[in-house]
């Protein structure tokens, strides 16, 4: 069974910095996609960015390209987003999601939050 573990989310200021963790495990992630979603109070969940397995595509929201990164280190099964420059209006629960090749299916994990204060 997959799981997914965020961590790394808290409070920081305007302007500051964070990096957030997705530990995966229960089974081989080969050729799975990895993506960031986020969502604020009383929005809809909406897509960060995504990177596929081997690291060597990604893609980003254009809310957030540029101050955003997604890595992944695959002999850790863990996907990163170092978040530069935030910005209260990126205060959100940011949720890890995997799916495997060829489907539309997610696994999601818990969820951690992030609170950028002005």
């Known amino acids: 069974q997959v799981q997914l573990v965020e961590s790394g989310g808290g409070l920081v200021q305007a302007g500051g910095s964070l990096r957030l963790s997705c530990a995966a495990s229960?089974?081989?992630?080969?050729?799975?996609?990895m993506d960031w979603f986020r969502q604020a109070p009383g929005k809809e969940r909406e897509f960060v960015a995504r990177?596929?397995?081997?690291?060597?595509?990604?893609v980003y929201s254009d809310s957030v390209k540029g101050r955003f990164t997604i890595s992944i280190d695959n002999a850790r099964n863990t996907v990163y987003l170092q978040m530069n420059s935030l910005r209260p209006e990126d205060t959100a629960v940011y949720y890890c999601?995997?799916?495997?090749?060829?489907?539309?299916?997610?696994?999601w994990g818990q969820g951690t939050q992030v609170t950028v204060s002005s």
């Open positions: 999601a995997s799916s495997p090749p060829g489907t539309s299916h997610r696994y």
């Open positions: 229960g089974r081989t992630f080969r050729n799975y996609v």
């Open positions: 990177i596929n397995w081997s690291g060597a595509s990604s």
